[in-house]
């Protein structure tokens, strides 16, 4: 059935597996590591030269980052006088006009002038207003802000930032929704803040519309007050932080609390080589792909303790103030700023279900499972997909429903309604509630997918693929639901696994699509959904073994690449990725080639078979 050995694969599992352990912090769950982030570095010195030059006793302390931020960007800029986002990015025209529009800022421009010059090159090569503008078409969340810095700088006309109507977030968050903002739910701050900040420099030339603005510029700071977390970074992300606080700041305000309060945060976010990323932490969600990842003989029982107390302790049990969130719900860091959404609840209730074989932990797991069930099944949208933060805002990217996150979604409802009944009673209004919203989400599934058989994420890209989309990763993550929830021998499902074996490259492992280079996370994802009982794709799925195994053993497996999306196209890689990607697959792959020790023969490949352990399986091959 197969060329690989048993003996082959477990080795590589539990290679991979002790150098996931290994990352753990010393309170036992992940953090991970963001990569550094030229386009948050770029906003961080913004800002920081903002202040230093309306409170110049604040210079000494802060122009050492000042400087150390600047030299870092010279550095990393790329051979065609742009900058990505991440190191391993390619140039795009936002983060070069942000690093452009940092170098005026502070200052320094001249000391830097062959870096300044490459990068007006690339500018002027690109198409700079109108190339931003291009790039995220209607959704203003992040032009805005990218031109906001740049006029601060001095480098484009105020009246090239399009105005947005922050008198909007005076109204009660429940109306949003109905108003057609043109920034996505997550984005209030930098739609108060930029809104005014434009508003002072080029206010309306409609009289009424202006006397509006004037008379909500103090309740709408009042109310930006309010939503800032205590960290001070909001949603612990750099650019935005530095975008709202550098606002503040050219507006006179460099004294308010949400100032104070943003740079503090930048002052404790920097790196040492004076870099920033692009948010703090991922904790919650590399933790729960960890978890996943890893069979549970692998991770010794103490750890599950505390990765399960850890969990609990993340879940959102109050009304979340900036989103307004129900109770419930799980956010992707451990820290303030970050907020409940629709892809880390699922992740944290997979998770937990998993741990809560651990009796005296059982009670609280499902106690903690229903309410992030209960959760979901209220931020279900209407055409039966899920969207990342708040139900029916409308058409934005990041609001709208999307086919990765729906298919996590199901997955963790149905764990839920499987589970067997002597461990957990589920309240059967829930359960008609999960099956209704089950067979809902498989519906948006089927109309979401591509007529290639393809589906689309919306939280992961490739800067490789035509308009850096990847349906390898958004069609890897559809299967996996449809497997979970045996329903491969839908039409849909057969069609996205044919696609899925004919994009895989001639080295046998996988790209964002066919003919892109291969990496460890998007090989990973590929063969962890071709773990399945069909013969048709087992060479297939084997050679991407093989292409695992092979960086296991040339010490490659955790190289991450650049496949993250962190909001409006904007690019990052987490160091953990490549090892949470790849023990999941090596695991799964180890699953299917259980065997009963009573009788040697080779079992089908199921989820079912997701418990089984690597150290309990034969070394003899296959």
């Given at each position: 059935m ?5 003996h082959?694969?477990?080795d590589?599992?539990e290679?991979a ?7 753990a ?6 953090e ?15 800002t920081?030269s ?13 122009k ?11 550095e ?16 795009n025209?936002?983060?070069t ?10 200052g ?21 207003v ?8 209607t ?10 810095q ?21 109204l ?7 108003v ?12 108060i ?5 434009r508003?002072?420099?080029?206010p309306?030339r409609?009289?009424?519309?202006r ?10 700071l ?22 709202v ?21 930048l002052?404790?976010s920097?790196?040492d ?5 692009i ?13 996943h ?59 937990l ?17 229903a ?7 209220d931020?279900?949208?209407r ?18 429903s999307?086919a ?20 957990k009673?589920?309240d059967p209004?829930?359960?008609?509630r ?55 021998n ?5 069609r996205?696994l044919?696609w ?8 046998g ?16 994802l ?13 060479h ?7 292409w ?14 650049p ?25 799964q792959?180890?699953?299917?080639r ?13 989820v ?15």
């Amino acid at each position: 059935m197969t060329l690989l050995s048993l003996h082959e694969l477990r080795d590589a599992y539990e290679r991979a597996a002790s150098a996931l352990l290994a990352e753990a912090t010393p309170a036992g769950h992940w953090e991970g590591e963001l990569s550094a982030s030229a386009l948050s570095t770029a906003t961080a010195i913004a800002t920081l030269s903002l202040l230093s030059t309306k409170v110049p006793a604040r210079m000494e302390s802060i122009k050492p980052w000042i400087e150390r931020g600047l030299a870092w960007l010279a550095e990393k800029q790329n051979p065609d006088g742009g900058w990505g986002d991440t190191v391993l990015s390619v140039s795009n025209i936002s983060t070069t006009m942000l690093a452009r529009a940092a170098f005026a800022l502070s200052g320094e421009a001249a000391r830097y002038a062959d870096v300044v010059n490459a990068a007006i090159g690339y500018i002027d090569r690109q198409g700079g207003v109108a190339a931003v503008h291009a790039r995220y078409g209607t959704d203003r969340t992040f032009s805005a802000p990218i031109l906001t810095q740049c006029a601060l700088a001095g480098l484009v006309d105020w009246r090239e930032v399009s105005p947005l109507p922050f008198e909007l977030a005076w109204l009660p968050h429940s109306f949003y929704k109905f108003v057609s903002l043109p920034v996505v739910s997550y984005a209030l701050p930098a739609l108060i803040a930029i809104g005014q900040v434009r508003h002072t420099f080029a206010p309306s030339r409609n009289p009424l519309l202006r006397t509006i603005r004037n008379t909500a510029v103090a309740p709408t700071l009042a109310k930006l007050t309010t939503i800032q977390p205590t960290s001070g970074g909001f949603l612990e992300a750099t650019p935005l932080t530095s975008f709202v606080t550098m606002s503040l700041i050219a507006m006179g305000h460099a004294d308010h609390p949400v100032v104070h309060r943003g740079v503090q945060f930048l002052l404790d976010s920097v790196r040492d080589d004076g870099s920033w990323p692009i948010d703090t932490n991922l904790a919650t969600w590399v933790t729960t792909l960890s978890v996943h990842g890893l069979d549970m003989d692998t991770l010794p029982e103490s750890q599950q303790r505390v990765l399960a107390e850890w969990l609990l302790g993340q879940q959102n049990l109050v009304t979340h103030p900036y989103t307004q969130a129900a109770p419930g719900g799980w956010a992707w860091t451990d820290l303030s700023g970050g907020v409940p959404d629709a892809d880390d609840t699922p992740g944290a209730i997979l998770a937990l279900l998993k741990l809560s074989h651990l009796n005296d932990l059982t009670h609280r797991c499902h106690q903690a499972v229903a309410r992030g069930v209960d959760w979901l099944l209220d931020l279900q949208n209407r055409d039966g997909g899920w969207p990342t933060f708040c139900r029916g805002w409308g058409t934005l990217p990041f609001d709208r429903s999307s086919a990765d996150i729906t298919a996590h979604c199901l997955r963790a409802l149905h764990a839920w309604r499987t589970l067997p009944a002597k461990v957990k009673t589920v309240d059967p209004a829930q359960r008609t509630r999960i099956d209704r919203a089950i067979t809902n989400g498989m519906r948006y599934l089927a109309r979401r997918q591509r007529a290639d058989g393809s589906w689309l994420p919306l939280w992961f890209g490739n800067q490789n693929v035509a308009n850096d989309e990847n349906p390898l990763y958004g069609t890897a993550r559809v299967l996996m639901a449809f497997r979970d929830l045996d329903r491969l021998n839908d039409a849909e499902p057969q069609r996205g696994l044919r696609w899925l074996a004919s994009q895989q490259n001639d080295d046998g492992g996988w790209g964002g699509q066919g003919g892109v280079t291969s990496t460890v996370e998007e090989t990973a994802l590929a063969v962890d959904a071709l773990c399945i009982e069909d013969d048709r794709f087992d060479h297939i799925r084997d050679r991407g073994l093989q292409w695992l195994i092979d960086r296991v053993n040339n010490g490659s497996i955790a190289e991450p690449s650049p496949i993250g999306f962190y909001f409006a196209k904007l690019w990052y890689f987490e160091r953990l990725y490549p090892l949470t990607f790849a023990v999941s697959a090596l695991r799964q792959a180890l699953a299917c080639r259980g065997q009963d020790p009573n009788n040697h023969e080779q079992l089908p490949c199921s989820v079912a078979d997701a418990s089984v352990s690597p150290a309990a399986l034969p070394c003899e091959s296959v």
